[in-house]
């Protein structure tokens, strides 16, 4: 007979329960767009409505490794998320800001600092 989960990570060690949720952080960190659509507990149907399109055309942006970020901000915003791109660099990362939509404006040359916004702080 299975046991539910909840009562076999209770009788996990610490160290054991503190390896899982790293794991489990790596595998949530980096995952294909189906897996994270499963993930929030949607099917391709239902996102389909939310985004006003087929079926089918949920399963073809899954599948796709180009797109608009335009088309994968919509995708993840339909999700309930917000989409963010960094650029990772050796000495710090920067969340890239000309994808969102900024209402600042700014004198010639002179670029607010949120514009280029360090996410490492």
Same mark, same amino acid.
């Given at each position: 007979? %299975? ?9 996990? /060690?610490? #160290? @054991?329960?503190? !390896?899982?949720?790293?794991? +489990? ?17 949607? %099917? ?9 399109? /087929?079926? #089918? @055309?949920?399963? !073809?942006?899954?599948?796709? +490794? ?15 998320g917000d989409l963010e791109i960094i650029a990772k660099f ?15 404006? +700014? ?15």
């Open positions: 007979m %299975s046991k539910p989960y909840s009562i076999l990570r209770e009788k996990m /060690k610490p #160290a @054991a329960r503190k !390896k899982a949720a790293e794991k +489990t952080k790596a595998l949530l960190d980096a995952m294909p767009l189906q897996e994270l659509r499963h993930a929030r507990n949607l %099917s391709q149907e239902q996102l389909a409505q939310i985004l006003s399109v /087929k079926q #089918a @055309a949920v399963s !073809k942006l899954e599948k796709r +490794t180009d797109m608009y970020i335009s088309t994968l901000r919509n995708f993840i915003k339909a999700m309930g050796p000495d710090g990362s920067v969340q890239i800001s000309q994808f969102e939509n900024i209402a600042a404006k +700014t004198e010639r040359g002179n670029f607010p600092k949120f514009w280029l916004k360090d996410v490492t702080s």
